[in-house]
């Protein structure tokens, strides 16, 4: 019966199609076509949104407010397209000291200026107290950037109290949300408006994208078109990175917005957007529609008439210069002369990239950090990234920082203090002794060597008393200021050096996958016959490496496992993605290199000695990670391996990498990554390889550093030397006198 519906309702859409119309093929025999009645093409489908205090306003470890009063602000944003149902709500969690006075103590929360709510902080609520509150719809601003404001008033007496005690404070938890009650709206296709709607510069979350149609047997051309696209998605989604799925055979059943990439013979789906015969050799084509069963969501296609228009489709939706060659719903791109990919969004940015040793001096006005200005007794602290290659090595006394900064008048000038530290360490400290503040001052900084880490951050804290603060008085500390100016300039001289193999560097950005971009350029190897699975991880991990380097002209090739390139020599870092298929060029690097993380080398080590307790740590399901060293001639090369033993399994570990939770637990050469991120790391490799190289001035340096016993005695010789040669000749001259 099923099957006779099915033949029935493509009898009548043939029947009343219009001359010339192509139809998409007929479905495989026993599915249902058609769209959901649920869904109306013709209106918007309402979405719910929660836009939470941690991972969508980057909220790190809640808002502590602290002393008798204190303001935090809180900016959030709403794109002005949004029809709203009804007024947001905020959803606030928080907790507070149990030494406050209920009824000296209010939380109140405004929004853009106004109040709109506001609690009696009491004991009962000291822990995990709630409030929600309206946030008017005619009180949003017209820009969408908005900014919720929370004022407390705290006492712990009432008579004269401390305006530090350490029992006023009160703090606003990351499980705070805001809660949106939104229409989506149905989708234009608009080419020039692209990465919307696929991605919402004031929307929330990563850029998430749903890979459909591809085969078991993915070209090369379309794998590289899929890591430029990965690329250019990474960097449009910034700190909120790339989300990359699988799609089903059924675009009527895609949660989201749905990719197909291929030509019409590689991609079936291709042929249900575009007209197979409409499609030249040569030509990229690109088009963007709306999903027919989902209209508030987007079908982007990038295809052609063979592999070179494919590659020519991602390029151009992959460059800087998108708009100027894609328009409308569809356009075909039959030459790319320039192909810049986007823009790198990330801010701050990390310390401009070196090749050899040298000295940089720069503001951090050029690492994109603007003025910046703290108030109160309890002033945040400053944060001035130092975010540099994995495989950096500063020299000794080889950088400084000298801080441009001002403050107000009428602080107290016995105890008012800036601050500067490396880490937790605290470096130098100054006094604020100018009773009418200052305009701007500079003081210089060294920073230790040994701890400066590719990703340290400085720090300057303001220390802000007010001037004669009587006792039992009540005072502000609005009038407290103290500003960090973008002028402040970072001295820097290092090395690129490291041992290797040393996973423990993938910490920093994912050493040296993104710093290879920039030198002889990354090599992503799939397998010999790679399937959507592995299109879909490499894509993935090209959104990882997008979201983190900043390049201009990033230098990157995908193959598959049985070409070529992943076997010759040519100074290449690169990673070799592994499901369950066959790899050539992992056979071909175990034969050239020290390789210990076999899959039956794996499972030996798991069950050698019974030992249940690493079972345990990795889960059932888990993948291997080992970084090995090529000899290719005079010079070293690293090359990757992610073997995640199944197919189903590699795109979960791909996206592993991008936790810091789990590159942080890397050590060693080999890592069990299991499918819950716990991570075992096994050191197997006794002799280290050297990458890079340290300067001459570096070197002795780091000798004499090594060698001061051996220094100082070498110099009382030297001096008994000298001292004896002196005799000598004054016993000389006497003679001859």
Known sequence: MSSMRTVMLWTILLASAPAGATLPPPPPEGVEVGIPATVDPGSPAPGRTLVEFGDDLLIDGGVMMQGITAISTVPFRLHPSWRLNSDPVLHLRYDHSRALLPKRSTLSVWLNGVSVGSTMLELSDADDGKLEVRLPRRMLAESGYNELQFKVVQHSSDECEDPFDPALWTRLSVQSTIELDRELPRVKGQLEHFPSPFFDEMGYGPFTVALGGLGADVSGPTLEALGLLGFAFGRHGDYRGLDVNLAGSDPGLVEGHLLVVGTPAENALVSRYVQAETLKAGVGTVVMVPNPARPTQAVLVVTGGDAEGVLKAAEALASEDRAELLSGTRSDIPVIERAVPAASRRLPKPLPAIQSAQTQRLTIEELGLPDRTVRGYYAPPVQIPLTMEGDSEVHIDGARIGVDYAYGALVDTRLSTIEVRLGDVTLRSAALNEVDGEERTRLWVDLPYELLRPDSKVEVVFHLFPKDMGECVYVTDRHLWGTVFSSTELVVSRDRFADVPDLGRMRYDLWPLSTALGDEGLLI?????????????????????????????????????????????GGRDMILLIGEGRSAAYENLQRVATVTATREDVARRLKEGGDNVLAAQVGNAYGTLEQVVVKDGASNRLAMVLDASTDRALLPMVKLLGDPSVTGGFSGNVAIIGEDGGVHALDAVSDKSSVGNRSLSSQVKRSINRSWGLLGLGVLLASVLLAYLVRGWAARRGGHA
Not at 536 to 554: C, F, H, I, T, W
Not at 557 to 569: C, D, F, K, L, W
Request: glycine share 8%.
């Open 525 to 569: 190897v799939t397998e010999d016959q790679p399937g959507p699975e592995d299109a879909a991880a490499v894509m993935q991990l090209m959104g990882e490496l997008g979201q983190r380097n900043v390049l201009r002209s990033p230098s990157f090739q995908v193959v598959r496992g049985s070409a070529n390139a992943a076997t010759e020599p």
